[in-house]
């Protein structure tokens, strides 16, 4: 199992930028694919980006593609999602998750293949 801190949500204007950082802690995080997570009021959770264990692969959803990128850090156990262009629809809570396999590809993530999850924080985007 792994512990995972999301942290970086706050309050932002439309338009304006963000970055989440999601520090992981357990077992070893550079096997794992990681991915984020967002859940807007009312609305059920819905995956957002996902890297894989080695970087090479990443995915997106199609709402945030050309506007996040997910990117992790292997020595400091650490994933990142970059938010730019931040519309008031990306308001909602936003959580790092760990693959439940090692060595998983970022599509594995897409599809709902999550064994830890952070607690979550909060971004809100004001028009």
Do not use: H
Request: glycine content about 10%; overall charge positive; aromatic content about 12%.
């Amino acid at each position: 199992q792994v512990q995972l801190e999301e942290s970086g949500g706050r309050l932002v204007q439309a338009g304006g930028s963000l970055r989440l950082t999601c520090a992981a802690s357990g077992r070893t995080f550079s096997k794992y694919a990681m991915a984020w997570f967002r859940q807007a009021p009312g609305k059920e959770r819905a995956f957002v980006g996902s890297i894989s264990w080695d970087k090479r692969s990443t995915y997106y959803a199609d709402s945030v593609k050309g506007r996040f990128t997910i990117s992790r850090d292997n020595v400091n156990n650490t994933v990142y999602l970059q938010m730019n262009s931040l519309k008031p629809e990306d308001t909602a809570v936003y959580y790092c998750a760990a693959d439940l396999m090692p060595w998983g590809t970022a599509q594995n993530m897409a599809r709902g293949r999550v064994n830890d999850w952070g607690k979550g924080t909060l971004v809100t985007v004001s028009s």
